[in-house]
């Protein structure tokens, strides 16, 4: 596993500054988000967790949407929570912490959640199946765990495609293409069950893995 205070750090000097534009210049382009929060749906009083909340964009939205639950963020950028935290003003429990092991009942108070998201982040994360494995490791019986990043652009114009990689890689983004495959085997560790669909023309992705009560074999 890549060391966690590295890629904190890293995270930190990419973010220090672009943390204050990030909202109004990321909105045109990382597309699904709405869909994602959309298709959450959590239970009255239900906990939700988002892994690498960054800004507290989604959260915001989240609660937002759907009144009464309780909303938790985990980030590993000290520099990124400082937005979240003014942003939500209160509104959810941030903390700081690594998406590839971290302890819920530590940090929140709660060791398991109904609704977990990660939102454009796995393709920044080194290790990024394992993100997905302590995900699910902290998902309550019956939940899911929900995932939107970038694709392979395969139906777009080629030119585009290998323009946006060289520009996301400036911003250490790398596409997780195969992360059909990895929802899917992480589900069949769980006995869970797993569903991947594509969005724009292979622009991006969205996966869900629903938990069921046995967990990690």
Request: net charge positive; with cysteine.
């Amino acid at each position: 596993m890549t060391d966690t205070t590295e890629h904190a750090a890293l995270m930190d000097a990419t973010y220090r500054h672009q943390r204050l534009i990030y909202d109004a210049t990321r909105a045109w382009f990382l597309l699904g988000r709405d869909r994602l929060i959309a298709d959450l749906d959590p239970p009255a009083q239900g906990r939700v967790l988002e892994i690498a909340c960054g800004t507290g964009r989604n959260l915001a939205r989240i609660g937002a949407r759907y009144p009464g639950r309780r909303l938790f963020g985990l980030d590993i950028s000290r520099e990124m929570l400082r937005t979240a935290s003014a942003r939500l003003n209160g509104r959810a429990l941030l903390a700081e912490g690594d998406a590839r092991r971290f302890d819920p009942n530590a940090l929140f108070g709660t060791g398991a959640f109904d609704r977990i998201a990660i939102s454009y982040a796995l393709s920044m994360m080194p290790d990024w199946p394992e993100a997905i494995r302590e995900a699910v490791r902290h998902l309550a019986p019956g939940g899911t765990l929900h995932i939107v990043d970038f694709h392979d652009q395969a139906e777009l114009p080629e030119a585009f495609g290998r323009g946006l990689r060289a520009w996301l890689a400036r911003f250490h983004v790398e596409p997780r293409t195969d992360l059909a495959g990895v929802v899917g085997r992480v589900a069949a560790e769980t006995g869970g069950a797993a569903s991947h669909r594509v969005l724009f023309r292979g622009y991006a992705q969205i996966a869900v893995i629903r938990q069921t009560s046995r967990g990690f074999r």
